[in-house]
């Protein structure tokens, strides 16, 4: 019963004992006052019929205190529940309107205790579910960007977030709804059928009959809604996917006028999830109904016992009329646990997915993961690729085909060769954002598999094709991973990056906000606030991935000179897609097709490498 992926991930409930503790203990407090309350209408029972039967209602005198000897005598209770109840008998008003009021006022301050304890049982067990759902969302906020970029190549990352925002959100309802009002209302309820036992035992029996089919039913409902909760989430993925790349490609939407053709897309996904959570919600609205006809069937069994009794047998009907109470109180309790199956099974998939992602593979970024490994020292020898290659997921060709090549520290190594080539993938091998299938990359003849990942990245500045910026200032930009530096380590860096003129006309200069993926701000703007980033960086190894490609003729001169003054003692690898950029490089390493076709200066490839002079009069002289 207790037991796949929802189970599991209650098991993070126990790190908070001292809240689940007193929410246990409010909901045992609560349900022995609901039950207490209950039988109360035992009393009430007799004190109605025992006034009607003496006929002057003004010289009623309490029935109670001798059916309670009675009850106490006759039951099997043992000798410290039995002795209370005489004692209570013996301290009953004997006045029936007295004894009635009493009742009441007992009543009332059971029901008064009661709601105080599930308000307190309804507050720990929200805190305790917004507290893990929290813990959830940064766990696989973490797992999302300390994975491996492989992953995500496999995965995507829009589903990932689809987890964090959706998944978290569907497990922690269940959560509060299980151990909230769930444990509550089961507790009220088996209170309940408890306090009936006592009363009438064989009415209680007969109406348990239609236990077993119940179960039966709400197990083949619960099925069902697993089924197609695990369909939906999965849409939710896909949708929230297609959602980003609407946003992020509206300006080709509206050029190609493309919005019938997205909203076709999107209508039909939205339907498959409409679908899917109409199914969801038929289950779980045949299922009350359902269990309801079937519980019916045993109170109305019970409730033709107890007519049968009193009718042809005089039996007390205070007694029978107090299990039917009783089993009605019980029934109302129970009802809602009726339904946690099927929540349960709703919640089953999200905390598999939920489960799943957080067992992701992280990359040992962190100082506890690292700390078995050495840091790598400065670099100042020589990068070399021995023998790499490289799949991509679920490719028939090498991205890269055993490609060997040594740089020398301090010089500039351009890499050009067609789309496909395998260049972007051979430089993503450096910063180890991707491991080849055989192989190995060597900085200074140490394997970089051995050494401190962190201290590895630490040296290593990357200037992407497309810049990625972030939410926030632009000294926060350009500050990115090397938050202890100060405002004037920014500007000089600006400065060096010919950033500095903009940022200083814009109203708040330094401090400027940018929006969403740097919204405020020109390509070629953007483009220069990444390579102040990376210059403040002061990394040994610089890569330039096609850098200067969205900077405007009259910039890009100023742009390489900067570079150049910058990339003097570092190690620099330039993807180039721009005669200007590859003429001054040290060497240029030519690719095809994921091999290493040549390597040498600029005028030695013009005179023997066919590709590359190919490449010179079409790609390369086509970007200058």
């Known amino acids: 019963m207790f037991k796949g992926p929802f189970w599991i991930s209650c098991l993070d409930l126990l790190r908070h004992k001292r809240a689940i503790t007193g929410a246990v203990a409010a909901t045992l407090v609560a349900a022995l006052c609901f039950g207490a309350g209950l039988a109360m209408i035992y009393p009430i029972f007799s004190l109605f019929f025992g006034t009607a039967q003496a006929g002057d209602a003004s010289l009623a005198q309490n029935p109670l205190p001798a059916k309670i000897h009675q009850f106490a005598d006759t039951s099997w209770f043992p000798y410290w529940i039995s002795e209370p109840l005489h004692a209570l008998a013996e301290a009953m008003p004997t006045d029936a309107l007295v004894a009635f009021i009493a009742v009441m006022g007992v009543i009332y301050a059971f029901s008064l205790v009661a709601n105080l304890m599930r308000y307190i049982q309804q507050l720990l067990i929200s805190h305790i579910a917004e507290q893990l759902a929290a813990d959830y969302r940064e766990k696989l906020y973490t797992n999302l960007i300390e994975a491996p970029t492989e992953h995500f190549m496999r995965e995507g990352a829009a589903d990932h977030a689809s987890k964090i925002w959706i998944d978290v959100r569907v497990l922690t309802n269940a959560q509060v709804t299980v151990f909230g009002k769930g444990l509550f209302e089961g507790a009220r309820g088996l209170a309940a059928l408890v306090t009936a036992f006592f009363f009438d035992p064989l009415l209680v029996s007969v109406c348990l009959i239609t236990a077993p089919p119940t179960a039966l039913l709400i197990r083949r409902y619960g099925t069902r809604i697993r089924r197609s909760s695990r369909g939906a989430l999965d849409l939710y993925g896909v949708a929230m996917s297609r959602l980003n790349a609407s946003i992020s490609g509206l300006s080709t939407i509206k050029v190609f006028t493309a919005e019938s053709y997205e909203r076709r897309r999107f209508r039909l996904l939205n339907r498959q999830i409409y679908r899917q959570m109409m199914n969801i919600r038929e289950a779980r609205a045949k299922a009350s109904p359902s269990v309801e006809v079937i519980t019916m069937i045993g109170v109305v069994a019970a409730a033709t016992l107890a007519a049968w009794y009193i009718i042809r047998h005089g039996a007390d009907p205070s007694a029978a009329l107090a299990t039917l109470g009783l089993l009605a109180g019980a029934a109302a309790g129970l009802k809602p646990v009726t339904q946690l199956h099927n929540v349960i099974h709703q919640a089953d998939p999200a905390a598999k997915r939920i489960l799943d992602a957080t067992g992701i593979d992280t990359e040992p970024t962190r100082y506890d993961a690292t700390a078995q490994r050495p840091p790598l020292p400065r670099h100042s020898r020589s990068v070399v690729f021995d023998a790499v290659t490289y799949h991509y997921p679920d490719a028939e060709t090498p991205a890269l085909d055993g490609i060997t090549l040594e740089v020398e520290a301090g ?199 066919e590709l590359y002079h190919n490449l010179s009069k079409t790609q390369l002289d086509a970007g200058s």
């Open 411 to 609: 010089s500039t190594t351009a890499i050009v060769g067609g789309n496909g080539a395998g260049k972007s993938t051979l430089l993503y091998l450096i910063p180890r954002l991707i491991e080849p299938a055989s192989g190995r990359v060597l900085i200074d003849d140490t394997d970089i598999t051995t050494v401190s990942l962190r201290s590895l990245r630490k040296q290593i500045a990357v200037v992407p094709q497309k810049t990625h910026l972030f939410e926030g200032t632009i000294a926060e930009n350009i500050a990115y991973g090397s938050s202890e530096r100060s405002l004037d380590d920014i500007e000089a860096a600006a400065r060096a990056a010919f950033a500095h003129e903009f940022i200083d006309a814009l109203p708040e200069g330094y401090l400027t906000r940018l929006g969403e993926s740097g919204s405020g701000l020109s390509g070629g703007q953007g483009q220069r606030i990444a390579i102040a980033r990376a210059i403040l960086r002061n990394p040994a190894i610089l890569i330039l991935d096609e850098a200067t490609s969205q900077i405007d003729a009259e910039s890009e001169a100023k742009i390489n000179q900067a570079i150049d003054r910058f990339a003097q003692q570092r190690t620099t690898f330039v993807i180039a897609h721009r005669m200007s950029t590859v003429v001054n490089a040290d060497r240029i390493v030519v690719m095809d097709r994921g091999r290493v076709i040549d390597v040498a200066p600029h005028s030695v490839l013009l005179e023997r490498c």
